[in-house]
């Protein structure tokens, strides 16, 4: 149970972080630029960043490489998980729980600690120092 929960926390721990940057840095920066959000001229987007500047670059970049990263790590978190819930013998509505906290920024964070403290004290024989 120690490694299973351990691949999981890991997993957890990178895909939350990706998530973060993704969402509050790359974004804002490649897509804070004054243009209308969705081909809607009503809803435009701020303008904190000129299309074609680095700001804007540097958002593209991490748009489009640490987007496609989290997609191929986030399925890795979801085999982990789920290898998780299964020897734990979770139930399925928990193990959809924690599998779908894990698209929310930071409350991925919550999730991980959540299924942590239950693994540790359901199997407490595992984990005693």
Not at 80 to 92: E, T, V
Request: overall charge positive.
């Amino acid at each position: 149970m120690k490694k299973a929960l351990f691949r999981y926390r890991l997993m957890a721990y990178i895909v939350g972080v990706l998530l973060i940057v993704l969402c509050l840095v790359g974004v804002p920066l490649s897509n804070f630029d004054g243009q209308p959000l969705w081909g809607v001229d009503a809803i435009g987007t701020p303008n904190w960043f000129d299309e074609g500047s680095n700001a804007e670059k540097a958002g593209s970049f991490i748009t489009s490489w640490l987007g496609t990263l989290h997609g191929w790590l986030y399925m890795i978190f979801l085999v982990m998980a789920f290898s998780l819930s299964r020897k734990a013998k979770w139930s399925m509505g928990y193990t959809l729980g924690i599998l779908v906290a894990g698209t929310i920024p930071v409350v991925s964070f919550w999730a991980e600690h959540k299924a942590s403290t239950r693994i540790k004290n359901d199997f407490p024989d595992e984990f005693a120092a």
